[in-house]
């Protein structure tokens, strides 16, 4: 395939030295208004460009038929079948259609997406994919999975979808990005809680559901691991969360400690010390103030074999979830854990920090009952959750 860029006054005179050049079988992979030319930023002329291409492959006759860039690709995938028997006499290439190898095919795919990677963020919201591929683009965007990561799925969607003869279903398609999505987090940790270490803090802005998610860790554990746990709060900015995590400690049979200071939580652990868990309640305060940051290094400590897990809730803006967790950078966080995800449709977000800030997950909550309405996190279940698969 050979591939050239043209820039003319117009679109008649740039077709003109395509056809001129690469003839009439060439096919237009994109155009653009660019300006050249000009003194010191003035008097700049506009001009189009386009890139074409033309298949290397000599044809019997010229096609009346203009061709798209998915033509060119059906026809290449014809192409590299095995060349069938033919009877004696007869060239096994008839019509000199030359087979290509899978060599050339891998070359000419390898092509297109370098292509597709070097158009204009304007141009790509443009491009028309085939059927399947376009609705699978169409969820990613709908779970607002960030720009970046959605185009590299979709160029290796479409990479796919031809080199399978560009006739796979929807649900191939679907299990095909499934599984691109899960390889490209799987290398991250995942799941509940490790019991490699005896504290386990949850931390994070307020409002996220840290106490109702730290009383369903705890029943967890009580009930299903067997484990002696107890709570230690540290929020006592508000009231009503300490008496919040009491009355689930009531219910649990789980004793708990109330933490003003350094001090006091060192004195709690010492109550503790025959215990297999404690686990952490923290105040829910504004966290893009760094103060609070100080403030809760100032009652925990945090080097003490402990775990720490950022809690987020999926009803927030990904901006903020990502400026909650700047603030946090200087706290070593083990996992995430996701809450809310039944108040909201889009929880692309969740799959785009795990991606962009190399953490995994513990849980995701999806509801305000206790224990119940919480999931260990896999990778593979983020992305089905993500899809809509089951």
Excluded: H
């Amino acid at each position: 395939m050979k591939i050239k860029k043209y820039v003319a006054p117009s679109m008649p005179e740039a077709m003109k030295q395509i056809r001129s050049e690469l003839g009439a079988d060439a096919v237009i992979l994109n155009s653009k208004i660019v300006q050249t030319g000009g003194f010191l930023g003035f008097f700049k002329k506009k001009n189009i460009e386009v890139i074409a291409a033309v298949d290397n492959v000599p044809k019997p006759e010229p096609r009346v038929k203009e061709k798209s860039a998915a033509d060119s690709y059906n026809r290449m995938n014809r192409a590299s079948e095995p060349v069938r028997r033919t009877t004696p006499g007869m060239s096994a290439n008839k019509g000199n259609v030359s087979a290509k190898t899978s060599e050339e095919i891998l070359s000419e795919l390898q092509e297109l997406k370098a292509l597709l990677e070097n158009l204009s963020p304007a141009k790509k919201e443009t491009i028309k994919y085939p059927k399947m591929v376009e609705k699978i683009n169409d969820l990613l965007i709908r779970q607002e999975i960030d720009d970046g990561i959605r185009e590299e799925i979709v160029q290796a969607l479409l990479i796919q979808w031809y080199r399978q003869g560009a006739s796979a279903s929807f649900d191939q398609v679907l299990l095909w990005c499934r599984d691109m999505l899960t390889k490209r987090i799987a290398g991250y940790s995942y799941g509940g809680l490790s019991f490699t270490k005896k504290y386990v803090n949850v931390i994070g802005p307020t409002g996220v559901g840290k106490t109702t998610t730290l009383a369903k860790i705890a029943a967890d554990c009580t009930l299903k691991y067997e484990k002696k746990v107890a709570f230690i709060t540290t929020d006592t900015f508000r009231i009503a969360a300490v008496e919040q995590l009491k009355t689930y400690a009531k219910i649990l049979s789980i004793p708990l400690e109330v933490c003003y200071d350094l001090n006091d939580f060192r004195q709690a652990c010492l109550i503790f010390k025959d215990f297999d868990l404690i686990l952490i309640d923290t105040a829910g305060r504004n966290y893009r103030n760094a103060y609070y940051i100080k403030e809760l290094k100032n009652i925990i400590d945090f080097q003490n074999e402990m775990e720490t897990y950022l809690v987020l809730s999926l009803t927030a803006k990904q901006k903020d979830m990502e400026e909650v967790f700047r603030q946090f950078e200087d706290i070593p966080i083990r996992q995430f854990i996701f809450t809310k995800m039944d108040e909201t449709a889009n929880i692309g977000s969740m799959y785009n920090m795990i991606d962009k800030y190399k953490k995994g997950a513990a849980y995701i909550t999806n509801g305000q009952n206790v224990p119940d309405d919480i999931i260990s996190a896999s990778a593979e279940g983020i992305t089905k959750l993500i899809l809509g698969v089951e």
